[in-house]
């Protein structure tokens, strides 16, 4: 293969940064698969009963709901407009913004829920739960989200329980 130096030095340039890339990656990714499931993140609706119950309505006072403002708002806001997608974003940027706070203001709480362990070193299990009928119109599942994305490796979202 004819390759002018010049060439040659570009492609070995981009060979090796290829290269390193893809190893990061790779290693990134076992390290993910490895990694023991630490805790288990499940949504149900308030009715739900069985093990890892979690109350994270604003009734029950959870420091994972979302404020009374942002509910009487967003109360006011369906009255108006109806339920619409543009509303859920809406909702969903507020609520987020809550928890960046709650997250500063009730770290312990995170830190308990985060690091919850099942019987003899068996993942934890933690089932979200609140009132609304859809959870994926919810703070109960962005809350999930949130759970994973603070909890790092080995914590996961398993979706909906229905009852
Ligand atoms: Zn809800």
């Known amino acids: 293969m004819g390759m002018t130096p010049q060439q040659a030095r570009r492609y070995?340039?981009?060979y090796a940064a290829t290269t390193e890339r893809?190893?990061?990656?790779?290693?990134?990714?076992?390290?993910r698969?490895?990694?023991?499931?630490r805790l288990d993140i499940w949504t149900a609706r308030i009715s739900y009963g069985g093990e890892g119950r979690l109350d994270v309505t604003r009734k029950?006072?959870?420091?994972?709901?979302?404020s009374w403002t942002l509910l009487n708002e967003t109360k006011a806001r369906v009255k108006r407009e109806g339920?619409?997608?543009a509303g859920w974003t809406w909702?969903?940027?507020?609520?987020?913004?809550?928890?960046?706070?709650?997250?500063?203001?009730?770290?312990?709480?995170w830190d308990e829920l985060l690091s919850r362990l099942g019987p003899e070193g068996a993942p934890g299990r933690v089932v979200l739960c609140c009132y609304c009928t859809d959870y994926l119109r919810c703070h109960r599942s962005v809350l999930a989200?949130?759970?994973?994305?603070a909890g790092g490796d080995?914590?996961?979202?398993?979706?909906?329980?229905?009852?």
């Open 12 to 14: 070995a340039f981009d």
């Open 83 to 85: 339920v619409t997608e």
């Open 91 to 109: 909702y969903r940027k507020r609520y987020v913004v809550e928890m960046r706070r709650s997250w500063r203001h009730h770290r312990a709480a």
């Open 145 to 149: 989200e949130l759970l994973v994305a």
């Open 33 to 37: 698969a490895t990694a023991a499931p």
């Open 154 to 163: 080995g914590v996961l979202y398993h979706g909906e329980i229905e009852a």
């Open 22 to 31: 893809i190893s990061q990656a790779v290693q990134r990714d076992r390290a």
């Open 60 to 66: 029950g006072n959870s420091p994972f709901a979302p």
